[in-house]
């Protein structure tokens, strides 16, 4: 199971950071993502890590930072300079063979519950 928690409301420019625990599961070996929605529009590609890299989505890119704690089994993403257009439920993901498109959700095996980031103007 993976549990995500840390979202709230923050002023634009603002920071949060998100956090994602899991059970039940080697996480050293998962490749873990952060992935968000807006109601309406199709999950969007954050973050990844896997293998010892990271990559991250275009509109996020300089501003937010995904990291993986393996003794915590827990995975961060450290949001800076929030900005209105990132307002959208977060959610955690594990992909179980660290292969595929990062970028597509369909990669994921293990999906969290969402958790909202509300950025206001």
């Known amino acids: 199971q993976l549990q995500a928690s840390g979202g709230g409301l923050v002023q634009a420019g603002g920071s949060l950071r998100l956090s994602c625990a899991i059970s039940?599961?080697?996480?050293?070996?998962?490749?873990m993502g952060w992935f968000r929605q807006v109601s309406g529009k199709e999950r969007e590609f954050v973050a990844v890590?896997?293998?010892?890299?990271?990559y991250y989505g275009d509109s996020v890119k300089g501003r937010f930072t995904i990291s993986k704690d393996n003794a915590r089994n827990t995975v961060y993403l450290q949001m800076n300079s929030l900005k209105p257009e990132d307002t959208a439920v977060y959610s955690c993901?594990?992909?179980?063979?660290?292969?595929?498109?990062?970028?597509?959700?369909?990669?994921?095996?293990?999906w969290g519950q969402g958790t909202l980031v509300t950025v206001s103007s």
């Open positions: 993901a594990a992909d179980r063979f660290q292969s595929g498109n990062y970028y597509s959700s369909s990669t994921y095996h293990y």
């Open positions: 039940g599961r080697t996480f050293s070996r998962l490749a």
């Open positions: 890590t896997r293998s010892g890299s990271t």
